[in-house]
């Protein structure tokens, strides 16, 4: 780590739309999987 | 605040000489596009029952024609070219040599697709593009793929050259972010398309040509897929190039991290190769432990991608908060949306969203039955290549191509190229939308119309049959317009400077370390790998081989 580093910039915003992104692959994939148990 | 020095770096170009044979590539692409896209619309109003194609033309004839143009011409060729001008215009103009095998490779690559091409139009190789035996397409067809394959690796042999004389005039450096991104991806598809070259030397062409009488078909399916999957991600990793290194320069930012973009591109040579069985899911004659090992290194792409998905979050919001974003999401309005440059490559990006959550699920093992061999999985692929890869490679064209015929894209250029990505989403979104919802209800891929000898299912698909028209009817519009536009940036457009965007790193980002350009480790990791997910099951396949197939001519 470089010591004359200024401060970290702000990435609220993207661990949040990292967060939806998660979300929406977990959502989609367990509708997907529902409607597998229900026909195999 | 831009620097006399970064000025000076903004305003390099790529040599006219590397610039023609760039073009070259980028005229072939685009004419496939323009035929494909024409033959997207017509198969879309076939399947919706209210149209017969004239002229004896056949259903599965057109379907090949679409799928050869657009998923194997197309791809290669506008990727060659974008990464011929990549390399020259980061590592330095190419030497005599390097540029003659890229001649070489083009013309090579160019007669092979015309002989495919003329054996397609004479009904002679209606086997859609994966030519999956037993259906047998004429000697010439195969042969003719087999030499596009050849002549992409004498190109792609005169790229790495390049790279290759670059490390050893700058020794300890890393290589221009760029230059690396295209040596992964050629690497990746030399290791790959060697499994593609086997079974059409080995296997198609002495059965087409009568040599032998019958071809083990799982055999060949298992090399084709072998090379399928890396096939997908050689198209996706220029779009990778491009919203790595180039997009950050184009809404003013800076690249989020150089180390990071490496890594994810290793990470994707290590994990696209070992996988193809995740295409042969529901195939009998190989073992479930095997698919469940290449399920799991499938799953693995789940890093590299969701790296990628934070690096350019971060590089938007670090930009949008320059630029005076306030709050948590207030950053996404600063970007430049009136620049179709950044435009069409973000609806790309905002497309690969649903496309790789439906990528997942395709891979999850079982569950592939849910949707295999259904148009879910036609709606998923023209979500990946059709709208992300494509919609990048179309924001790309916007100052490739003026740059390298010395014209710039006007402001009424610019507004309707916005125009023509917004078409292609809602194009899209419909006709891959549909495609996902019947595909689901069991609607199958690669049919001609057909109501089934009258049965209700199949008759509760027609509406959405008919809204993949409506889709393809919009989708075939976006066709038009980026075809004017091309033809405007290349013959009509007023002359002037544009520039090639290659963002720099930020200060922030760590010194990337040279394990990264390691390519003893990597190259041996990605082929431990492969033999690991391999050996044993081809060895199997061979071993209880069922008997072989004679070719079949369905159409
Ligand atoms: C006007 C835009 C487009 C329309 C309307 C369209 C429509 C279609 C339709 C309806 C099918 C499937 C038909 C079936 O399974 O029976 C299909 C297949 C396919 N499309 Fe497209 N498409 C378009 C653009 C693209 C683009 C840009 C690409 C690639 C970059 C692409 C690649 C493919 C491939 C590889 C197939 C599979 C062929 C096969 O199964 O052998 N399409 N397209
Ligand atoms: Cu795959």
Known sequence: MSKKREKEPDLKGTLYSVGFLGAFILITWFMAFYLFIDRF | ?555
């Open chain 2, 1 to 555: 605040m831009t620097t006399i020095s970064e000025r000076a770096k903004d305003l390099v170009k790529v040599d006219k000489r590397d610039g023609k044979l760039a073009l070259a590539h980028v005229y072939v692409a685009f004419i496939a596009l323009a035929i494909g896209g024409l033959c997207g619309l017509l198969q879309t109003l076939v399947r919706s029952g209210t149209f017969t194609l004239p002229w004896g033309i056949g259903y599965y004839q057109l379907l090949t024609i679409h799928g050869v143009l657009l998923g194997l011409i197309l791809t290669t060729y506008f990727i060659f070219g974008f990464q011929i001008a990549a390399v020259s215009r980061t590592a330095g103009t190419l030497t005599d040599k390097q540029r003659l095998y890229g001649w070489i490779g083009f013309w090579i690559m160019t007669i092979g697709t015309t002989a495919s091409s003329i054996m397609i139009l004479i009904n002679e190789a209606s086997v859609l593009y994966t030519f999956y035996a037993p259906l047998q397409a004429h000697w010439i067809f195969y042969a003719g793929l087999a030499l596009v394959i050849v002549g992409s690796w004498i190109g792609g042999a005169g790229l790495i050259s390049k790279y290759v004389e670059w490390r050893k005039a700058n020794p300890g450096q890393p290589s221009p972010l760029l230059t690396f991104m295209v040596v992964v991806n050629l690497s990746m598809w030399i290791i790959c398309s060697l499994g593609v070259a086997v079974e059409v030397l080995f296997q198609l062409l002495p059965w087409s040509l009568g040599w032998v009488d019958k071809v083990d078909v799982l055999l060949s399916r298992t090399l084709f897929w072998y090379f399928g999957h890396p096939l997908v991600y050689f198209w996706l990793l220029p779009a990778y190039m491009v919203w790595y290194a180039v997009i950050p320069k184009i809404i003013g930012g800076k690249i989020f991290s150089d180390s990071l973009a490496r890594l994810s591109f290793i990470l994707f040579l290590l994990f696209s190769i070992p996988v193809g069985f995740h295409h042969q899911l529901t195939e009998p004659g190989i073992s479930s432990f095997w698919k469940f090992l290449q399920v799991v290194l499938t799953l693995m792409v789940v890093i590299p991608s969701l790296l990628t998905a934070f690096s350019l979050f971060a590089t938007f919001e670090i930009r949008g908060r320059a630029l005076g974003g306030k709050g948590v999401f207030g950053w996404f309005k600063q970007l430049p949306w009136g620049d179709a440059r950044f435009v069409a490559p973000f609806i790309g990006m905002v497309a690969f969203i649903p496309a790789g959550a439906g990528g997942i699920i395709n891979a999850s093992h079982q569950m592939n039955q849910l949707i295999h061999n259904t148009i879910w999985v036609t709606g998923h692929f023209h979500l990946t290549v059709a709208t992300t890869v494509v919609l990048t490679f179309f924001g790309a064209a916007y100052w490739l191509i003026p740059h390298l015929t010395g014209r710039v894209l006007t402001k009424q250029m610019n507004r309707l190229a916005i125009i023509q990505a917004i078409v292609w989403a809602v194009g899209m979104s419909i006709m891959s939308g549909a495609m996902h919802i019947v595909g689901l209800s069991g609607a199958p891929r690669r049919s001609d119309f057909s109501t089934y000898g009258g049965s209700t299912q199949a008759a509760e698909w027609i509406p959405y049959q008919v809204a993949q028209a409506i889709g393809g009817t919009i989708l075939f519009i976006g066709i038009v317009l980026i075809i004017y536009i091309v033809v405007n940036l290349l013959w009509f457009a007023p002359k002037g400077e544009t520039e090639f965007p290659v963002a720099e790193v930020s200060e922030h980002a760590e010194k990337t370390p040279m394990v990264l350009e390691n390519w003893k480790i990597w190259l041996t990791i990605c082929i431990a790998l492969i033999l690991f997910a391999y050996t044993v099951p081809v060895i199997e396949i061979i071993q209880n081989a069922p008997p072989g197939s004679k070719g079949y001519k369905l159409w």
